[in-house]
C-alpha cells in the first residue's frame, strides 16, 4: 500500500491528475454545479474551468520560475497580480456574451460581476498552484534524501572496508605473538580467528545485526586476546542487556574501541589491565572500556580504526550520540553512549 502511494506521489502523470482532480472539484462545488441539469451549461462550466486552468499553467510556467530559479520575489508577484488582472477581464467580457445569457452558469447576479470573476481566477490560481508546488518540493526533498542515503552508504561501505583489513591485521599479528609462545595452541587459535573472520564477512554486507550477535563477536576477541596476554594482563569484561533480542546495531562499531584498549594497554610486560562493561538500558547502550597506559611502548598507531568508527558514529547517529575519551597518562578511558534500534 505504502509502495503504491509513493509511486503516485513520486509520477508526474498522477499529480497533475490530482490537482487537477482537487481544483475541478473545488470549482464545481463553489458554482454549485449539482443543481444544473443541461448540457450546454456543464460545456460552459467546463470551458470556464479551462480558461482558469490556462491562466494557472502560465503562472507556472512562465511566472512561476522567476520566483523561483531568479530569486525575484516582488516581479513575481507583480506579474501574478496583473495575470490575475487580465484574466479577470477576459472572464468577465465572456460572460456578457449572447452564448452564455441562456446556460445559466451563474445563477445570481452578483457571480456575473467583475469582482466575483476576479475573485474565481485568484481563488482557482492558489488551488492549482498550491498542490503543484507541494509536489515539487516534495520531489526535490526525496532527491535530495535519497542522494544524502546513497552518498552516506558508499561512505560506509568505504569505511568498513578500510576497518575490515585493519582488523584482520591487529588480528593476525594477535595470532602470531601466540604462535611464537604457545604454538601448541595455535591450531584452536586459528578456528577461532576464521570464526571472527566469518562473521566480519557475513556483517560486512548487511546494514544492521542483533545486538547478541556483536556482543558475541566481542566476547570471542576478548578471549583470543586473553589466550595472548592474559597470563600477565587483568582483563575483566561485563555486559547486561535489559531486553534480549530486542536490539539490532551496525555491525563491527564498538570492536575498535576494544581492540584499541588491547592494542595500547598491553604492549608491555609490567601488569596491566583491560576493563570492559556494556550495558544496555532502555535501549541506551554504554560502553565502558578502560585500559592502562605503559610508562615506554615501541607500538606505533596510525588510529585508522578509531578514526573510521567515528566517521561511521557520525554518519548513522549525526549528533545522537555521546563520546567521551580521557587520557590522563596512567589510564585510557573511552564511554561511548547511544540508543540503539529495536527489531520491528
Not at 503504491?4 to 482532480?21: G, H, L, R
Not at 494557472?56 to 516581479?75: C, S, T, V
Not at 588491547?262 to 610486560?269: D, L, N, P, R
Amino acid at each position: 500500500m505504502n509502495k503504491k502511494f509513493n509511486d503516485i506521489m513520486e509520477n508526474k502523470w498522477w499529480q497533475e491528475i490530482a490537482v487537477v482532480s482537487f481544483s475541478f472539484t473545488i470549482y464545481t462545488l463553489k458554482n454549485d454545479w449539482m443543481l444544473f441539469s443541461s448540457f450546454v451549461s456543464i460545456l460552459m462550466g467546463i470551458f470556464f474551468y479551462c480558461i482558469l486552468y490556462m491562466h494557472a499553467q502560465f503562472n507556472r510556467f512562465f511566472i512561476l520560475p522567476i520566483l523561483f530559479k531568479e530569486q525575484r520575489p516582488l516581479a513575481y508577484i507583480g506579474l501574478t497580480l496583473l495575470g490575475v488582472f487580465v484574466f479577470s477581464i477576459v472572464l468577465y467580457e465572456i460572460t456578457d456574451l449572447d452564448m452564455f445569457a441562456k446556460c445559466h452558469l451563474y445563477q445570481n447576479s452578483h457571480q456575473r460581476s467583475y469582482v466575483y470573476q476576479l475573485a474565481s481566477v485568484l481563488g482557482t490560481l492558489v488551488c492549482i498552484l498550491s498542490p503543484i508546488i507541494v509536489f515539487k518540493f516534495y520531489r526535490i526533498n526525496k532527491k535530495q534524501t535519497d542522494e544524502t542515503l546513497l552518498f552516506n552508504q558508499m561512505q560506509l561501505n568505504s569505511l568498513k572496508g578500510q576497518l575490515n583489513p585493519h582488523f584482520l591485521f591487529n588480528t593476525f599479528n594477535t595470532l602470531y605473538g601466540i604462535s611464537l609462545e604457545f604454538p601448541e595452541r595455535t591450531p584452536d587459535l586459528i578456528m577461532k580467528v576464521s570464526q571472527l573472520m566469518r562473521y566480519q564477512l557475513e556483517s560486512n554486507n548487511k546494514q544492521c545485526v542483533s545486538l547478541e550477535d556483536e556482543l558475541e563477536f566481542i566476547n570471542s576477541y576478548i578471549q583470543l586476546e586473553k589466550e595472548r596476554v592474559g597470563y600477565r594482563c587483568d582483563i575483566t569484561y561485563d555486559s547486561k542487556i535489559d531486553n534480549e533480542n530486542a536490539y539490532k546495531i551496525s555491525p563491527m562499531l564498538l570492536i575498535a574501541f576494544i581492540e584499541n584498549a588491547f592494542k595500547h594497554g598491553t604492549c608491555a610486560i609490567e601488569k596491566c589491565f583491560v576493563r570492559i562493561i556494556i550495558t544496555v538500558e532502555n535501549g541506551l547502550l554504554h560502553l565502558h572500556v578502560v585500559n592502562s597506559i605503559p610508562k615506554k611502548t615501541d607500538v606505533v598507531s596510525t588510529k585508522i580504526g578509531l578514526k573510521n568508527t567515528i566517521e561511521r558514529l557520525n554518519l548513522i547517529y549525526g549528533k545522537e550520540y555521546q563520546l567521551d575519551i580521557k587520557d590522563d597518562k596512567n589510564t585510557y578511558i573511552v564511554d561511548l553512549k547511544l540508543q540503539l534500534k529495536k527489531f520491528v
